[in-house]
């Protein structure tokens, strides 16, 4: 996680819509932009499929444009949570995020892409401990 955010502090969250059971969130009517350019709305798709799975909910939550069902999970890079749905707002109904968030997910995929990789811990490793070894 490139942020430096306390470990402690709230996630803070978007793509959430306005609905039937969803009163007092915003409207993803107003976030349509279809001039959004291409490829920086791809990268936002893939980035919202990326996340780490934060929460697992019992019941499919539905889209607010054309009914399908879109999921049932929560994702998380660390500072920001989404729904699993909302990839499916932004590549199938031209849902644009605020730039804040673009940017921020921007941000940390280049972070990833530009660290290097240690691969001496890896290469040290030859199998397991007699410690990590199940007890018959």
């Keep these: 996680m490139s942020s430096n955010r306390d470990l402690h502090e709230p996630l803070i969250l978007v793509g959430y819509w306005l609905g039937p059971y969803a009163p007092g969130w915003p ?4 976030f349509v ?24 909910f019992m019941g499919l939550s539905e889209c607010r444009f054309c009914r399908q069902r879109v999921g049932a999970l929560e994702f998380s890079d660390g500072v920001y949570i989404w729904p699993e749905g909302l990839a499916h707002y932004v590549s199938e109904h031209d849902v644009r995020l605020p730039a804040v968030f673009v940017d921020h997910a921007a941000g940390m995929t280049e972070s990833l892409e530009a660290r290097s990789v240690d691969r ?12 990590d ?4």
């Design 33 to 56: 932009d279809p001039s959004w350019d291409a490829f920086e709305r791809q990268q936002m798709v893939y980035y919202l499929k990326r996340g780490m799975t934060a929460r697992a």
């Design 120 to 131: 001496s811990w890896w290469a040290t490793q030859s199998g397991l401990e007699p410690t």
């Design 133 to 136: 070894r199940p007890v018959p």
């Design 27 to 30: 409207d993803p009517h107003d």
